[in-house]
Structures are given as structure tokens and as C-alpha cells.
């Protein structure tokens, strides 16, 4: 659990996050006092950092998460934690559809939406089974 700046998905903006790391998902806040969720990116085999100088940039097969540190001390600190926390995650990786990196939990009734353009859909189709 760390703070970092974020740049905006839609605007050039950055604003301070809370971040949260999982074994499957980075997802971050707005602070640590109020856990409002403002953003998810999940961690699939194309999970790759690159940094340079301040900046730290996250890849995977679906997004883009691009961080900005206070120094270059704490870029180099942020670079390693997210490499060597994710490179363990990665031991029990599995190859998956659509190029996920952990086993499909068949029996649970919970779903993640990372895009709203999804979520939406899925609201559409259960108020018209409704």
C-alpha cells in the first residue's frame, strides 16, 4: 500500500492515488482514509514495467498505467517493490483465455468490470431478464 501520483485516463493531469497491490490487480484510491475505488488495472501476461527518471510506466495486454514518483530515490524503490512483488506472483502463472495470468474462479458469483462499457451491459442484460 503506497501513495504515487497518476496520470489521468482522459486528461494530462496528475493527481495523488492510494494504490493497493493484489496478486491478480493494482487498483487505487483516492486516499487511505476513504477507500472510494477510482481504477483497477488487472496483471496478465503482459505485465511490464519501464522507468525513466521520475516516471514509471505499467503495461499489460490491456492498459496503460503511467505513475510519477517525488524523486528518483523513490522511482528506483517503486520500480523494484512492483518488479519483484509481481515476478513472485507470476510462479504459479497459468496460461489462461484471453491472455490472463491466474486461474478462472468457476464457482464464484462476483465479477470485476474494469470498463464501464461492460459493466453497463451487464446491467442492460439483468434488468431485462428482470
Do not use: C
Not at 485516463?9 to 492510494?18: G, L, S, V
Not at 513472485?88 to 491466474?102: A, D, E, H
Amino acid at each position: 500500500k503506497k501513495y504515487s501520483q497518476r496520470l489521468g485516463d482522459m486528461t494530462t493531469i496528475w493527481t495523488k492515488r492510494y494504490f493497493i497491490f493484489r496478486d491478480n490487480h493494482i487498483a487505487w484510491y483516492n486516499n487511505a482514509d476513504k477507500l472510494e475505488l477510482k481504477g483497477v488495472i488487472q496483471i496478465d501476461q503482459g505485465f511490464s514495467i519501464f522507468s525513466s527518471r521520475r516516471h514509471i510506466t505499467i503495461n499489460t495486454n490491456i492498459r496503460v498505467l503511467q505513475l510519477k514518483a517525488r524523486n528518483l530515490r523513490d522511482t528506483e524503490e517503486w520500480r523494484i517493490f512492483l518488479k519483484n512483488y509481481y515476478d513472485r506472483q507470476f510462479t504459479r502463472k497459468l496460461i489462461q483465455p484471453y491472455l490472463g495470468s491466474f486461474p478462472i474462479r468457476e464457482s464464484s458469483d462476483v465479477k470485476m468490470y474494469t470498463y464501464s462499457r461492460d459493466y453497463m451491459f451487464a446491467v442492460a442484460i439483468a434488468l431485462l431478464n428482470a
